[in-house]
């Protein structure tokens, strides 16, 4: 079975705090992904990264940025966490071509408080 | 812009009821379409469709899509309580970045 694992289940942030979220696939998948999701928003994404070293913006990039330096490994970090980063973020990961089914870690429960 | 829309956004139903849960998209250069059960927190995979009026199906869920009129339908025949969740719909462009976008999910509950 595929793994997506996140490295936290809940975190709790001070404002201004720099945090790191990570997640790590076990599938060597070439495409990684973080959204975030808040109610009645749905899922959106953040970035993501089709290989080592690469990333692009996704539809809402703004006080993030993001980390692949493995590739079985993709950093999320808020550089100054806000409140309104407070959030659920879930990591995916898949096969760059063919089949795109995503595979999903169990999320991050983030405050900011 | 590209975009998702599931409806109804809630649905209450009772064990044993069918129910049908819709996902209409604009999305120019369509791929696939994708259904995702979620459940407490990580969205897990149910179906693929990429074929119009090709029926999947699993157990007691099944999909089809119609790609003439932009939509997808998740039927859940005989619901059981474990099937409450948040059912998410992705569209996958067809474009070499890989990017779903998802509709905001219908929350399914049914009780006993």
């Known amino acids: 079975d595929v793994k997506v694992t996140q490295s936290s289940r809940y975190l709790v942030k001070r404002t201004g705090e720099k945090v790191f979220l990570e997640c790590v696939q076990d599938m060597d998948h070439e495409n990684m992904f973080w959204y975030r999701q808040d109610p009645g928003l749905g899922l959106r994404l953040i970035y993501f990264?089709?290989?080592?070293?690469?990333?692009e913006k996704g539809d809402i990039p703004e006080g993030y940025s993001v980390s692949r330096e493995k590739k079985e490994r993709f950093s999320l970090i808020l550089e100054s966490a806000s409140t309104n980063q407070t959030s659920m973020y879930l990591c995916?990961?898949?096969?760059?071509?063919?089949?795109?089914?995503?595979?999903f870690g169990q999320g991050t429960r983030l405050t900011v408080v | 812009e590209d975009k998702v829309v599931q409806s109804p956004l809630s649905l209450v139903v009772h064990e044993g009821d069918t129910v049908t849960l819709n996902c209409s998209y604009e999305v120019t250069n369509f791929r696939s379409l994708l259904w995702y059960k979620q459940e407490k927190k990580a969205p897990t995979f149910l179906f693929m469709l990429?074929?119009?009026?090709i029926e999947k199906k699993s157990g007691r869920l099944s999909s089809i899509l119609d790609k003439k009129e932009l939509f997808s339908i998740l039927n859940i025949t005989a619901t059981q309580t474990g099937d409450s969740a948040v059912y998410l719909c992705a569209v996958e462009p067809l474009d070499n970045t890989d990017k779903l976008i998802f509709g905001t999910g219908t929350r399914l509950q049914v009780f006993p």
């Open positions: 990264s089709y290989d080592v070293k690469m990333k």
């Open positions: 990429t074929s119009s009026g």
């Open positions: 995916a990961s898949s096969w760059i071509t063919g089949a795109t089914e995503a595979f």
